[in-house]
């Protein structure tokens, strides 16, 4: 079915208007076809009433409940320097069911966070579109960017992606846990200090068999990882 975003309501009817009405034409969505409409963070199971000039209104039957896949991953994603990147690590992290994205400023990372600030809307409308294509419960949230060093470990095993000195692989983590949070550097890698700073923080070196992986496959592959390892839905 397809899932589509509302702009906006009118009294009961969800409106569907802008680049979301362009996407409805596109997918040829008829008056009268069922269609999921994720509005105001709740999807409903939706019929289309109306198509008029430039929008769409729908009425919505039922709330969709889906359970959240277990265990939740959150991403702590060092910002690249070439800013752009972020983009893909957006989609592939929301793809593989990352819960939360939280950028971070690192020592060989992009630096500006004002800049990071105007680009969090944009991320968000990508996170949004990856929600509607891979069909998540919920869009993965996007943060606000943080430094490196203000980061805590907060979820009940916190792991640093390591690919110079970790000892430890998936197979030796225990994937029983209700919550991850990993944290990937950017395409130079983090810094000798910051894994230290980490590792007495209790983030844990995790190292991914068997290469080195860019930057914006790493944190995908491991959200996969334990997903599918440790996840029941
Ligand atoms: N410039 C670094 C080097 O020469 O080794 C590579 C950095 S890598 C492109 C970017 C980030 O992805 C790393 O800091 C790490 O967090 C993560 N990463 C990439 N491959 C990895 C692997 N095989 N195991 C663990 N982490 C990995």
Sequence with gaps: MERLICTGKEGDFLVIGGQEFNHLKALRVKKGDRLEVFCEGRLFLSILLSIEKGYALCKPLEEINIPLPKPEVNLYQC???????????????????????????????????SVVEEKLERWKKLSLASFKQCKRPKPMEIGRPIRLYELEAKEEVSLVLDNFSAEADIKSLDLTKRSYGVLVGPEGGLSIEEVETLKSKGFKPLFLRPYVLRMEMAGAVATALIMNLAGKS
């Design 79 to 113: 910002i690249p320097l070439e800013l752009r990147l972020m983009e893909e690590v957006i989609d592939r992290a929301s793809q593989t069911g990352a819960n939360l994205l939280i950028p971070l400023v690192c020592k060989r990372g992009f630096q500006k966070l």
